[in-house]
C-alpha cells in the first residue's frame, strides 16, 4: 500500500512542473506572465566566449527580438519549419541576426550569401525545392569560431515584398 502511494505522489510530483515550459510559442496567461524580454545583442566573440562550439545551436527569436533588431521589412527570414519561429534574420547581402547561446549575433555580409561576426560564419544555400506552404527551400551552414565541424540545418526562407535572393 505505502509503495503504491509513494509511487503515484512521485509521478504527481514530476507532472507538476510540466506547465513551466517557458519556450516561445508555448501558451502563457498574459495576464500572470510578464512579457518576453529580448536578448541582447552582442558580437560573436563576446557571445559565445567560453562556450563549447559543439553545443552551439541556433535559437528561435521572439517576437520582441525580431522588433529589436529592426522587425521583418526588407528582410528575409528563415525559419526551421514553415510555420515556425524566425531562427535567421537577414537583408541579402548587406546583414543578419542569429541567436546563438541566448544572444542576438549581428553579422556582416561577406558576399552575397555569406554573413560573418569575427570568426563566426553563416553561408545560405537555396535549395530547388518547396515547402507545403510553397516556401523555398533554404540550408544554413554555421561554422562556430574553433569549430572542427560546420553545422548545417535545412528550413524554409520567406523574404519581404521587394526583397530578391
Known sequence: MNKTFYTFAGLAFALAACNQNTAIGNDREAQ????????????????????ATAIVKPETMTTAEVQTIGGERGRCIY???????????????????????????????????RYSSGELLIATRLVDE???????????????????????????????EGVTL
Open 130 to 160: 518547396e515547402g507545403n506552404a510553397g516556401l523555398q527551400a533554404q540550408e544554413i551552414i554555421i561554422v562556430p569560431p574553433g569549430a572542427k565541424d560546420e553545422l548545417g540545418y535545412r528550413g524554409y526562407v520567406q523574404c519581404d
Open 32 to 51: 500572470v506572465d510578464p512579457a518576453p524580454t529580448p536578448a541582447p545583442i552582442e558580437p560573436a566573440a563576446s557571445a559565445l566566449r567560453n562556450i
Open 79 to 113: 525559419r526551421l519549419t514553415e510555420v515556425g519561429f524566425p531562427t535567421f534574420v537577414y537583408e541579402p547581402g548587406v546583414r543578419g541576426f542569429v541567436k546563438l547561446n541566448g544572444k542576438l549575433i549581428p553579422l556582416t555580409a561577406e558576399g552575397p550569401d
